[in-house]
T-cell receptor
């Protein structure tokens, strides 16, 4: 089983819609959790950390369910500039492990 | 905003040659990493480095690879005798207690 699993998509979503991504991780020893965004041929950039209590940053909401080993990201009022690949990332020991990413296309 | 700097941005090399990819991590970060991303695939961990030594490495990071921090600012990845399958984006990252910052990557093409 892969350590971090995501639906690769692509998700094709009209501008203004709400979209949700899910991610599961296999190692219960994972310590912290993140969503990164990666634009085509660019480096991954931190979008937000994910906390057990859930956290929100503007249009973005992240949730963590440790019991189910499940992480989610919700994007409200999606914009054309949200088009990217969204990477689910878990921290274990001295490194972070990436999922393969979910591609999102926002349609005008 | 502090950033991780990588050079060169592109490197083309012949199979069998040695390459050195260079990185300048954020100055007050203590942990350094190399990751790679083969085109269309996920970002893969190669190696982490702390206190002037490797703290962890993946099975990808075999004897062909080595890392070095030759001075107080640079962090290098050396690939000896490159193979075609080493073609990828190589990302350097550094971290502190708040998170990880990635450089913009070096695109390595082995021909």
């Amino acid at each position: 089983r892969k350590e971090v699993e995501q639906d690769p998509g692509p998700f094709n979503v009209p501008e203004g819609a709400t979209v949700a991504f899910n991610c599961t991780y296999s190692n219960s020893a994972s310590q912290s959790f993140f969503w990164y965004r990666q634009d085509c041929r660019k480096e991954p950039k931190l979008l937000m950390s994910v906390y057990s209590s859930g956290n929100e940053d503007g249009r973005f909401t992240a949730q963590l369910n440790r019991a189910s080993q499940y992480i989610s990201l919700l994007i409200r009022d999606s914009k054309l500039s949200d088009s990217a690949t969204y990477l689910c990332v878990v921290n274990r020991d001295d490194k972070i492990i990436f999922g393969k990413g979910t591609r999102l296309h926002i349609l005008p | 905003e502090p950033e991780v700097t990588q050079t060169p941005s592109h490197q083309v090399t012949q199979m069998g040659q040695e390459v050195i990819l260079r990185c300048v991590p954020i100055s007050n970060h203590l942990y350094f990493y190399w990751y790679r991303q083969i085109l269309g695939q996920k970002v893969e961990f190669l190696v982490s480095f702390y206190n002037n030594e490797i703290s962890e490495k993946s099975e990808i990071f075999d004897d062909q690879f080595s890392v070095e921090r030759p001075d107080g600012s640079n962090f290098t990845l050396k690939i000896r005798s490159t193979k075609l399958e080493d073609s990828a984006m190589y990302f350097c990252a550094s971290s502190d207690m708040y998170g990880y910052t990635f450089g913009s990557g070096t695109r390595l093409t082995v021909v």
